[in-house]
């Protein structure tokens, strides 16, 4: 970890605010899991990620967390982000397959992103490369069988260089995820596979850097106990967050509940 690149929790808070901004500007939903996941895909980016590493999100409706991250570290600008979700733009509402030199994979399809990164760490072996592969999921993504297969691959060809993040938010489109198809508790079928694994609240800045920073020997799974719209107490813990845009009077609602986070001026 780098710890020049330390994000403070303002910092974390306005891109929370500018999430929730460029949202409401384009009219476009997939709020609640964008909040859930961009705490660590900040820090990820910031402090974590060196020049040749590779952020896959597998979890693509979550693509506006992705673009503020970017914006966060200078590699996306604010012309960028007024264009989310418009026509002809790069920044669509899931992550596009070219364009954009920090997204390497498209990730509209749910269910693929761990394949991906998968592939990606063995090929930076192949290379005599120590470049890292962190890939984030959703935790609905873990009841489809195209991930459990990729985890399979991952723990036989031991990839002690890919590092996967699971936003375990427990909502999902069509409801909770134990209501919906029960993986609960995830963490009991994943430590069956003899990987390093850790169970952290992801939205504790210092438990996740010190959930990157531990010693990696083995294939790695941090699962992120997080909140679907954390910090917007009208989103938080509702499924409807995961497909409504904001009206105006609870997009300035939002901003001001995301203010009172911030430090006294």
Known sequence: MDTSKLLTADEMVRARQRLLQMHFESGVGHIGGNLSALDAMLIIFHEYLG????????????????????WSIGRLGEQDLKLFHKNDTLLAGHPPAK??????????SLGHGLSLAAGTALAFRFKGSSAKVVCLTSDGEWQEGSTWEALIF???????????????NNLQGFGSTTDVASMAPLWDKLNGFDIDMQVIDGHNPSAI????????????????????????SFMENRMDSHYLPLTEEKFHKGIAELALELSPQ
């Open 51 to 70: 020049a040749d590493d590779k952020f896959i999100l597998s979890k693509g409706h979550s693509a506006g967390a992705l673009y503020i991250a970017l």
């Open 209 to 232: 850097r010190s959930a990157l920073a531990a010693d990696q020997e083995r294939l790695r799974i941090i699962i992120l106990r997080t909140v679907k719209g954390r910090g917007v």
């Open 99 to 108: 364009g954009i030199a920090d997204i390497p994979f498209a990730t509209g």
């Open 154 to 168: 991952s723990r036989h060809q031991d990839l002690s260089n890919l590092t996967v993040l699971i936003d375990h």
